[in-house]
């Protein structure tokens, strides 16, 4: 069993800046990728960034340019920066791990979800 401590979010002016940090912990599992997924009222839940074990990354075209996403192996944890924000970047943003399940499956976990609000 995983299990993801999300925090950073907070109410922030339009331009202006956040950092979300997500820790994953628990026992025995590995760590394939790590993500941050956004849902806004009334929309579908869709991703924001990912990066892999190996360090690929992965942004919506929403994201591209003002979103950075990194990670700690050693501590299981993946952060976002988000510049210049936008009131559409106002969402629900979760945090997602895909973890090595048996030899050839993976398994997802979510975090509870932070708020983050863009507005002046």
């Known amino acids: 069993q995983v299990q993801l401590v999300e925090s950073g979010g907070g109410l922030v002016q339009p331009g202006g800046s956040l950092r979300l940090s997500c820790a994953a912990s628990g026992s025995g599992f590995s760590i394939l990728a790590m993500g941050w997924y956004r849902q806004a009222p009334g929309k579908q839940r869709e991703l924001v960034a990912s990066?892999?074990?190996?360090?690929?990354?992965n942004f919506a075209d929403s994201a591209k340019g003002r979103f950075t996403i990194s990670r700690d192996n050693a501590k299981n944890t993946v952060l976002l920066q988000m510049n210049n924000l936008k009131p559409e970047d106002t969402a629900v943003y979760y945090c997602k791990v895909t973890v090595l399940s048996g030899v050839f499956n993976s398994r997802d976990y979510w975090g509870q979800g932070t708020q983050v609000t863009v507005s002046s």
């Open positions: 990066i892999t074990i190996g360090g690929m990354t």
